[in-house]
Nanobody
Framework: QVQLVESGGGLVQAGGSLRLSCAAS????????MGWFRQAPGKEREFVAV????????YYADSVKGRFTISRDAVKTTVYLQMNSLKPEDTAVYYC??????????????????WGQGTQVTVSS
């Protein structure tokens, strides 16, 4: 069992930056994939980014590539999402998720059994 606790959401103007954090309760997640997803009002939840804990490889949605950076702190078992050049269309509830291994399908939310509570990100124009 893994518990995920997110923090760092808030209100920011377009063009600004925010950093989200997600702390995992489990100390041993060496093979895990940890990802970020988001859900805007009236829309389905969508993939944002994922990191393979074992080799630090990363994969991003096209909509955030070049603006968002996912990173991990192996000591703290925490994953971060640095969001730069934010746009109003980035407004959503952002969720951290974890699964026990990384695969090429790690952009699919249905494969993740562990989820955080979500944190609101609002980008004003």
């Amino acid at each position: 069992q893994v518990q995920l606790v997110e923090s760092g959401g808030g209100l920011v103007q377009a063009g600004g930056s925010l950093r989200l954090s997600c702390a995992a309760s489990r100390r041993t997640i060496s093979s895990y994939a940890m990802g970020w997803f988001r859900q805007a009002p009236g829309k389905e939840r969508e993939f944002v980014a994922v990191v393979n804990w074992s080799d630090d490889s990363k994969y991003y949605a096209d909509s955030v590539k070049g603006r968002f950076t996912i990173s991990r702190d192996a000591v703290k078992t925490t994953v971060y999402l640095q969001m730069n050049s934010l746009k109003p269309e980035d407004t959503a509830v952002y969720y951290c998720a974890a699964r026990s291994y990384y695969s090429t399908s790690s952009h699919s939310e249905s494969l993740y059994p562990y989820w955080g509570q979500g944190t609101q990100v609002t980008v004003s124009s």
